[in-house]
């Protein structure tokens, strides 16, 4: 019923996507020769094909980010082109694209809103894919498809390299007086202490270390990390703008919204622009009071996160280390499965299979007694895994022409800090916020009852929305009766007391405005640096403009945040 982790999966894994990749072909050769077509015998077919390759590659592509080698490298850059052609052709062929239409419109007014929906899906995307097109113009489209996947996965490469690659060993005692216990114990090495710049150990410094030049030298080479994706940004922009010309639309962005709820990129920037005006008087505000905590005429981005520490104690009463010894990592999970459970009538039962790290556990989801889903949580940083939080679906619930029942499997990842016999996990509350955002993506994937498998959980949710779940589930993040769940003291057991709920209201508040601007930046730069082929340099100049409505820090020269902007680049 699930399709476990194997040890072995690397090996031969090229040889084993060939033969899926060609058995596939093969059959969709035997299924558009077929009379009489329908849904069933049909598309649900042609959504097994789909699956099987999500189910077989998704592992790979796991690996490589979360057990970064040589080898995961070797063998993730082997398949992807093949991966890549293969969607290609499946995009562009005209007979399987005509025998789709034609089952759509014998069987239109017998199908469920979710087989409706997929065959719209489907058909848009063989369109947007340039089925109409001439030989030609398909076979360059292949080229760029295929060069877009190379770049983007040098984009990733390149930025996890320098992130593993960067050390800061500091041996003076005052330079770390401040710094978090459990982050010292984390920290320390023969030679003092060494930060780097995955989240725990640069946040730790960043937020506690008082010494100015150190925190700028974390803060540069943070910002200035891989230069060399300066050169793929010029490529990826004048690929994106080639592939969307030779489809019929004036520039990429226009593009990126056909499958999106948005009308027009002029649409959205409006809106963006206009949020960032409706919020720049409270950020203002909550700046002007920064500046005038610091004392400093020269307030700069690395200034920020140790200042906005302190404002933050002193605006809303919370002190993080006073609070972290009730998230420990392993309750906060319990708890929040207890939670789930309450809430959907489910449960997590721990399931003994393979992973590709120790740290990682499994939990089967069951219903009735009866599981029905799979979650895997990997939630610690470790070198060779890339920074940030985020969900993987890897099997998708569907029904296959047969009526048999195919479960859902999805992985949430963080970079948490690691335990050790000495130091247990202890979480910041806004870790915490962010585990509950990432289980909200995962739960909108395993919790789905649509049996059509390209519109099953996150699948053909449009992506300016795909956000909704996991940011609703971030709010009971906050909630007392939640929190009274799990948020206990990891020496004493007791509960956090309600006074300490409170305050995280004032928390959830706190220089809101400014973290709603620097999102807004996000969206404005996607959008405007999308528009046309521009060059590193002008997207360098876009940004800057872009920041001149949405930074009130200007950040240095020296930032260019852009070349680790792996949520573009590398996506």
Known sequence: MFVNYRNDILGNAVEKLEELLSSNKKQIKTLVTQKHSNYKGFIRPIMSMNSRINEFFTPISHLNFVNNTEQTQEVYNACLPMLTEYSTEFGQNSELYEAVKTVYESDKNSLTPAQDKLMKDMIKSFELSGVHLPAGQKKRLMEINLEISKLSTDFAQNVLKDSDSFELIIDKPEDVEGIPEPDLKAAKCSEG???TLKMPSYLAYMTYGKNREIREKLYKAYCTKAPQNAEIIEKLLKLKKESSSILGFERFSDLSLETKNAPTPEAVIDFLEDLALKAEHQAETEINELKELSGLNDIQPYDTGFYSEKLRQIKCGYDEQKYRPYFELNSVVNGLFSFIEKLFGISFVRADVPVWHESVRVYDLRRNGESFARIYTDLTFRKGKRDGAWMNNWQTRHMDKDEKFHPATAIICGNFPQESKDSPSLLRHSDVVTLFH????????????????????????????????????????????????????????????????????????????????????????????????????????????VLKKTALIKPPEYNKFQNGFSHIFAG
């Open 438 to 545: 990432e289980m909200g993506h995962a739960l909108h994937h395993l919790l789905s009852d649509v049996d059509e498998a390209e519109v099953s959980g996150v699948n053909g949710v449009e992506w300016d929305v795909i956000e909704f779940p996991s940011q609703f589930l971030e709010l009971f993040a906050y909630n007392k009766d939640v929190l009274k769940m799990f948020a206990k003291h990891h020496e004493t057991g007791k509960v956090l007391p309600d006074d300490m709920i409170e305050k995280l209201d004032g928390v959830r508040k706190f220089m809101s405005a400014t973290a709603l601007l620097r999102q807004i930046e996000f969206g404005l730069f996607y959008m405007k640096i999308h528009e046309k082929p521009y060059t590193a340099n002008e997207v360098q100049m876009i940004l800057d403009d």
């Open 193 to 195: 202490w060494k930060f």
